[in-house]
């Protein structure tokens, strides 16, 4: 691309380039920039699309977006499907909640009788009814529930696809860093720098350690279990994501630390909630242990939408735990405010005005990002 863009996106995981991809069918002419593409928090994250396991108390306008998006989820794929030609993994088959204690089954009931009084849809299931539906699930389970509309898809198809798209669409990616944004020539730019958002911004994003396994079934085999399991299982909470090639995802550990190390306490802190609920997990290949970081703000929300005194310059980062759930509502959203102007209603509560400091305001905080 010659001359100046009309959006440069700053960050090559899956909220960038979903942005840039929305832009580009706008009519836009755009390019991302990223010094490592695809190397954030996505190749790290397991992929579930979870707006009911996911809500969590005084999260009423976060829940709501997660829902949103969730619901946009079977269209985003389709469209991507056709504009890359790639499969991206998504799947429908629901997500299972279970406990194995007592303690563990108030825990999850009290969660539960939160989300079912705001409307969404998880319905408490007997251990009977829970092994009906995953045989293979630990026969001491106390109780559980079922999450029909919380599904999956694979993060590490995801950003190929993504690529995949914006060749098409003649949208180039960068491997480059920016140092200011007052460098970037565009009209407008987009910051989805993730972690990398705050010495860009001086938005409160910090980055929270998260450390996850990879398993494979025996003989090449697919997993001996369809739904996404997220469990309790004394007192630690686990989660188990399965895919079609044999491939189980285990995670996650959730640290208030900047470090990318894998710790033997992590793997087998997981590995054992996990075994504990799905004993047959225990005799499949770990194939890989690895940690990354979220994009963590001081209330679990994304931040989303122009900077007060910034023009131009837009933002779509912090999204925590929620970043492959929230792409396809982040990529319209932000490409409508791109192309109008006008920010829609739904990004009301989560615009940085929330967080800014009158020090960023006058100006100070622009520095660089590596």
């Known amino acids: 691309m010659s001359g100046t863009a009309d959006v440069a996106v700053i960050g090559a ?52 977006l997660l829902v949103g998006s969730a619901a946009r989820w079977p269209r985003f794929a ?20 279970v406990a194995l204690t007592g303690d563990d089954l108030a825990e999850a009931e009290r969660l539960w009788t939160y989300q079912t009084g705001l409307g969404l849809p998880i319905t408490p299931l007997r251990p009977a009814a829970l092994r009906e539906r995953e045989p293979l699930l630990a026969p001491r389970l106390r109780g559980g529930a079922y999450a029909p509309g919380d599904h999956q898809v694979d993060p590490r198809r995801l950003v190929p696809a993504l690529r995949a798209a914006l060749d098409g669409a003649g949208v180039p990616v960068r491997p480059e860093a920016v140092g200011a944004l007052s460098t970037v020539d565009a009209r407008v730019v987009v910051v989805a720098a993730g972690c990398g958002t705050a010495p860009l911004t001086g938005l409160p994003i910090r980055p929270v350690k998260g450390q996850i396994l990879r398993l494979r079934a025996p003989g090449g085999a697919p997993p001996g279990f369809l739904h996404v399991i997220r469990g309790y299982a004394d007192g630690r909470h686990v989660y188990l994501v399965p895919r079609a090639d044999g491939e189980v995802v285990v995670g996650a550990t959730v640290e208030e630390r900047g470090d990318c190390a894998v710790t033997a306490s992590a793997v087998l802190e997981l590995l054992r909630a996990a075994a504990a609920l799905l004993p047959e997990i225990a005799e499949y290949e770990l194939v890989e242990a690895r940690a990354g970081l979220r994009p963590g703000t001081p209330d679990n929300a994304p931040v989303l939408g122009a900077l007060p005194d910034r023009p131009g ?39 940085p005005g929330r967080f800014l400091s009158s020090r960023f305001l006058r100006g100070e905080a622009d520095s660089g990002w590596n």
């Open 13 to 64: 995981g899956p909220v960038g380039l979903a942005i840039a991809w929305r832009c580009a069918e706008r009519g836009m002419r755009v390019v991302v920039r990223d010094p490592a593409p695809g190397s954030g928090a996505s190749a790290v994250a397991a992929g579930m699309l979870a707006p009911v396991a996911e809500a969590y108390f005084g999260e009423e306008p976060l829940t709501r």
């Open 78 to 97: 389709a469209d991507l499907h056709a504009a890359s030609g790639m499969d991206l993994g998504y799947r429908a088959e629901g997500t299972l909640v």
């Open 313 to 351: 310059v837009i933002v779509a980062a912090g999204h925590y735990r929620h970043g492959i759930v929230l792409t396809p509502v982040t990529a319209e959203l932000i490409a409508d405010l791109v192309s109008t102007g006008v920010p829609d209603p739904a990004l009301a509560p989560f615009g």
